[in-house]
């Protein structure tokens, strides 16, 4: 019988979303990549209407939650209650996995924003408690303005880079599509930014071929993290 993986990744889902909401909607990818990671579903701190691609499908899948607020995003009002979320679940995967290490972070749309905050945070020494994430997969990711602004400000005037390995799947037809784009460019370091784009919406990689390509491409960030 095969061991388990004795990595992990960190999964937060969309905004007017929850964790098990979530777990259906990666499973095309997260199954290619069971041999490798076992996956620490969370649900972000505040409640909310359901959101973008929800229902019908997911009805009867309350309580829905987000990371931000609606319409602006609130970074500076939200954060604490992000970053507790998150510590509670690392905290509880530990003592049932002591053996486990967290080692990477993947999230859909204004989970993608909130994964960010977590990395940038982390370079910055803020969050002793956080294991070190040494690579993210940033899915449709939801990137405001406000989101570069609030980074821009807090680093002293200097644009925030992101210096881990990370790839970003892009749906073509995605309203987010040109905010992934400007993340990208403007705040991933290039020689670490890897960019998959896929035909489709909002929504994570649903065919064969693409959650393949999604899922090697991810062990490729991984292992590049790895050193």
């Not at 997911?58 to 602006?72: N, T």
């Not at 995967?93 to 002591?98: I, V």
């Not at 994964?115 to 294991?131: E, M």
Request: glycine letters at 10%; proline letters at 7%.
């Amino acid at each position: 019988m095969p061991r388990p993986p004795t990595k992990a990744v960190l999964c937060l889902h969309g905004g007017g979303s929850c964790k098990d909401i979530f777990r259906v909607q990666l499973a095309g990818l997260g199954r290619r990549l069971t041999d490798e990671f076992e996956f620490i579903f969370v649900n972000a701190p505040y409640a909310s209407p359901a959101g973008p691609g929800i229902l019908p499908l997911f009805a009867g899948g309350e309580p829905f939650y987000r990371w931000f607020g609606a319409g602006a995003p609130m970074i500076d009002s939200r954060l604490g209650g992000i970053n507790a979320v998150v510590r509670v679940a690392i905290e509880a995967w530990k003592k049932t996995k002591p053996e486990s290490d967290v080692v990477g972070i993947v999230a859909f749309s204004e989970g993608g924003l909130a994964a960010l905050l977590l990395l940038w945070q982390q370079q910055l020494g803020r969050l002793p408690w956080l294991p070190t994430l040494r690579f993210a997969t940033l899915i449709c990711c939801y990137f405001p303005d406000e989101a570069a602004e609030y980074m821009y400000a807090k680093h002293g005037g200097e644009v925030a880079l992101i210096k881990v390995p990370t790839l970003h799947l892009h749906g073509r037809q995605d309203f987010c599509l040109a905010q992934g784009r400007k993340l990208v460019s403007h705040h991933c370091m290039s020689e670490l930014a890897h960019v998959l784009e896929f035909e489709g919406g909002h929504h994570c990689p649903k065919t064969r071929e693409d959650c393949e390509e999604a899922a090697k491409r991810m062990l490729q960030i991984a292992r590049t993290a790895e050193g």
